[in-house]
């Protein structure tokens, strides 16, 4: 055996001294705490700052996160930092580096410099990270995909500092991984031995990543025929033996996706339930949902499933966090690990999940670090400056306060604008398609979920860049479907789950919302043409009645052209009938860039031919008690102004801490 040296003065520096290629002595007995900080869908706010507000926000943004990063690192002298994807993408300053003024390629992409300078340990890849086509994710994580439609012969580019990993996305050109399926981070640690003296030692902590297989009907027009995916649960069986095989003390699952116990498809949205069955797993970063995790009082149904403790942070017995959004929150997973000689193991009885908010219990906020704001001034104020650009202007305000009830001020210019460039196309190009009727579905992209500002507010005056983007939030493209009446009506009766089912007869409050149903799936229809009533007091699959097209009722096989987005018609949101197949027209432009367009051709909009288009309305019916929503302090005006006389205010503070105020909406009227 070769002898080993360790020089006396570094006892704390070296866990112990080893010839090339052996792993390092740890005594067994020996015990440290490893604490596992997650953030998740940053979306590139790497500022509490509003681009499309142009105003400072506190309740999220990187920079605030930064201070639980640093508050995190002096309670535990271990820490592995790693991001969980939907990073690249979401905010005005990802557009401007994206489309408007393209990254060269020794820069760095801003979010990527401020995680740099945070010292991140390792990150995942989300769905978003694909909504800018393969060569620019290829370009700004500093990769070289080999992969059609990306340049083999480019050079590899600035990227993130960190090892990024992605395990189930694949290219068909190669048959290989486009990121390294995981990585094994050697990370040193100060410990105790069974004496309790401190020793400095290694763990290895294997990370492996996961996107949603979903990607390939979100993102097809970047993503057909270039690259496939398999299952999460497969794609961890297979490495994850692979990791320990290779020396991995612990693995790290970081799975962009939530929890969902229906039978385990290869195909998931939210395969986690299952991914956390795969042996081997010491813990799951979580994400996509835009939740927190643990939280003992959320009321969200994916936490309510057997076998997760939502107050512990268990899902069937394994350490799991979810970060909400935006860096709104830090996960932070306090492994406790033994040494048994041969490996570390995780002791599950002292192990500690939390998800720490940027907001503290007296809702203010902790300070944003500055070395953030000086880090990417530049490029802050050059978005600024791109987002102030006008394109014309408005005679009433857009908003999105009061879309579940009915206003539909900043959804019709969306609907006016995608109908009008699809009818122009279809005459141009589709003649025979020319004498069906073109249709537009849109839906409020903000109403309330990441908290009371985050609603869609454009006044009247100028229209500016950071307007439009407030109006249409993603940069998804357009897209037009035929659709035949049936289909039409599975479509309205699909979005109209984002209500409860009202009891009439209940003379307790009821809430109309269903929280976990996204906004942007309640796809409506603002058209002078089209009207309809949606009856929330029937259960979902059975609200929508009296479809009519132009006084007629709709016919089940009538045949429309709907425009929509590539997200949609590709199957996003699992709607009956779309599944890409219907697909007859995929636009180059993005919708965002086809509502500009159409406000600067009108200059001006005025509520009468832009804002009034209402097509649907509640179906008539009285109920004992108050049906309630919650909404944003202050707006009750524009209920009225928007012609809803069946909206009132109940309180001004809903009582729930976040600052929303307390609505009712008599169905009656």
């Keep these: 055996m070769r002898a080993k040296f360790c020089l006396p003065l570094l006892p704390l520096i070296l866990s112990a001294c080893s010839a090339p290629g052996d792993r390092a002595v740890v005594p067994a007995g020996a015990t440290a705490v490893l604490a596992v900080l997650e953030t998740t869908d940053i979306h590139s706010n790497v500022l509490g700052y509003d681009y499309y507000k142009l105003a400072p926000d506190p309740s999220f943004g990187l920079d605030r996160t930064a201070t639980l990063i640093a ?32 990254l060269r390629c020794d820069q760095t992409l801003t979010v990527y410099k401020v995680m ?107 993503l057909d025929g270039k690259v496939y995916t398999e299952g999460v649960r497969e794609t961890a069986l297979k490495y994850i033996p692979q990791m320990r095989a290779e020396g991995a003390d612990l693995v790290i699952a970081i799975s962009h996706g939530g929890l969902d116990d229906s039978p385990y498809t290869p195909d998931m949205e939210n395969a986690n339930y299952h991914l956390s069955k795969v042996p081997g797993i010491d813990a799951m970063l979580l994400g996509h949902s835009h939740q927190v995790f643990p939280n003992a009082a959320s009321a969200v149904a994916q936490f309510k499933l057997a076998g997760v403790d939502k107050a512990a942070g268990l899902v069937n017995g394994v350490p799991t966090t979810m970060a909400n959004l935006w860096g709104k929150h830090l996960g932070v997973i306090g492994l406790h690990l033994t040494h048994d000689g041969a490996r570390w193991v995780v002791d599950k009885r002292k192990t500690t999940v939390e998800a720490r908010g940027a907001q503290r219990a007296d809702k203010s906020f902790v300070a944003p670090d500055p070395a953030v704001a000086a880090l990417v001034a530049a490029e802050h104020e050059a978005t600024i400056g791109y987002v102030k650009t006008p394109v014309g202007a408005s005679a009433f305000r857009m908003s999105s306060y009061f879309a579940d009830v009915g206003d539909v001020s900043a959804i019709a210019v969306v609907n006016h604008a995608q109908a009008d460039y699809v009818t122009t196309y279809v005459k141009a190009s589709l003649p025979q398609y020319a004498a069906l009727p073109v249709l537009s579905m849109a839906s409020a992209f903000k109403s309330g979920s990441a908290g009371v500002t985050d609603y869609t507010d454009v006044k009247a005056g100028d229209i500016a860049l950071n307007n439009a983007a407030d109006l249409y939030l993603y940069p998804n493209t357009l897209y037009a479907v035929k659709v035949d009446g049936a289909t039409l009506l599975a479509w309205l009766e699909h979005g109209a789950g984002r209500f409860n089912t009202i009891d009439p ?165």
């Design 71 to 102: 508050q995190a690192r002096k309670e535990f002298p271990n820490t592995l930092l790693l991001d969980n994807g939907d990073t690249i993408q979401g905010t005005a300053l990802a557009d401007y580096q994206a489309l408007v003024a393209p």
């Design 505 to 669: 007869a209940a003379a307790a409050p009821q809430e109309l919302v269903d929280p976990s149903f996204p906004s942007y799936n309640f796809d409506t229809i603002t058209s002078i043409d089209v009207s309809y009533e949606i009856d929330v007091t029937q259960k979902p699959g059975k609200r929508i009645g009296k479809l009519t097209y132009r006084g007629k009722p709709v016919a089940p096989n009538q045949e429309f052209i709907v425009a929509t987005n590539n997200y949609r018609a590709s199957g996003g949101g699992a709607f009956p009938g779309l599944d890409g197949s219907k697909t007859v027209f995929a636009s180059p432009d993005n919708n965002r860039d086809v509502l500009i367009a159409y406000i600067k051709g009108a200059r001006q909009l005025t509520f009468a031919s832009h804002g009034a288009q209402r097509s649907w309305r509640f179906a008539k019916v009285k109920t004992a008690g108050p049906v309630v929503f919650r909404s944003a302090p202050g707006v009750l005006a524009l209920a009225e102004q928007a012609g809803l006389s069946n909206v009132s205010l109940l309180r001004a503070d809903d009582g729930g801490g976040k600052g929303y105020s307390l609505y009712a909406v008599d169905l009656s009227r």
């Design 116 to 222: 740099n300078h945070l010292g991140f340990d390792g990150g995942g890849i989300g769905n978003h990270e694909f909504n800018y086509g393969l060569a620019y994710l290829s370009q700004v994580t500093g990769s070289r995909f080999d992969v059609d439609g990306v340049d083999p012969a480019r050079p590899r580019c600035a990227g993130p500092a960190f090892p990024q990993v992605l395990a189930n996305v694949y290219s068909k050109k190669s048959g290989k991984q486009l990121f390294a399926p995981y990585r094994i981070i050697a990370k040193q640690v100060s410990a105790l031995d069974a004496n309790g003296k401190p020793v400095t030692a290694t763990v290895k902590v294997g990370i492996i990543g996961f996107a949603p297989p979903t990607i390939l009907a979100w993102d097809k027009r970047w």
